[in-house]
């Protein structure tokens, strides 16, 4: 089963006020005998210092999602038991797709407001086997719905993680803010009843603006039952078993110079960070599809470099290192990957497209 999970986070420079704390934290490179010794934000340096471009992909066909869809904002693309899910977060709406025929199957409405078995927005969506999840940060509520939609159970959750993905047992797993969580530990497992199952992932002293903002990334089930975590500011993959075990640590390809993603400033009353517009940042992006891990580069922000192409960066998740790239002509943070077709959603002209490459 291919399993696949794209999640949208903040990019841009935020300002974040009122730290009080010091970041204590480095961003090591070194090789350890033993991975427990790595901490949260060290990690094995590359063998190969540069991108191995394998293709240049072209694509072989296109469909507008307004006009021929009828959807007008996508929040969220998956691949699931093949299926293509696609959230149009404007209408409150789940297109599911056939992925050879791009014909839509059937759609999921939700119901929009506050109230039992409601959501105001579509902040988060997954889908593992036969049940959906949908999350608002706003009402700090998850949703658990059939295939069809309808609604099997709803909680709300203390701490709404930033990214979060839905495990095959049916836990959430969540990658939070050491600012929001409880404890030192940023990856939690949550029931469907809103309780708190295991956490792991420890940040020594995080709670500070920095440390959050170097936090920032995306998290992806496999069908291996390991949890993959892509960096967004830090040039960082990371994989643990669900019992919470390391399993590796590693740097990125072509990591950006130490210090370059982040502004940093403080003055007798305050102190604050921020992302920086002149950085040059990891992952938008992180698929598994079992054979392969699939960081979407950042790069660097679209005003900045608006003409640059879109790295898709292949990690081995055996031998933990980087395999190959494959470029596509258009920026793009949304992609799924369906046997030897590569699904990516493309802004060309303030028009969303779904285009289809071959990967032969």
Known sequence: MIRTVVTIALAGLCSLMACTSSDEHSSVERESSNIEDLGFFDRVAQPIAERVVRAQLSPKDSLMLSSDLEIYGVSHMILEDRKLYIVDGSQLRIAILDPESLQEEHAIELSEG??????????NFDVQGDQIMLGDRSLQRIQYRDLAGELISEASIEAYPKSMGLARDGNMIGLLSPLMANSDDVIHIVSTEGELVNSFATIQDGRNMLTDLRIHGYVSLGGNDQLYYAGYAEHLLKSWDMDGNLIFSVETIEPAPDGINYHTFENSERRGAGYSEYGVYSASGLISTGADLVVVHAGMPSFSAPDQPQYLDFYNPASRM???????????????????????????????????????
Do not use: K
């Open 114 to 123: 506050g109230g039992p078995g409601e959501l105001p927005h579509i902040g």
């Open 322 to 360: 980087y395999s190959h790239t494959l470029v596509l002509p258009h920026r793009t943070s949304r992609i799924a990957i369906y046997e030897n077709t590569l699904y990516a959603l493309h802004l060309v002209d303030d028009e969303i497209y779904l285009f289809r490459y071959a990967m032969e």
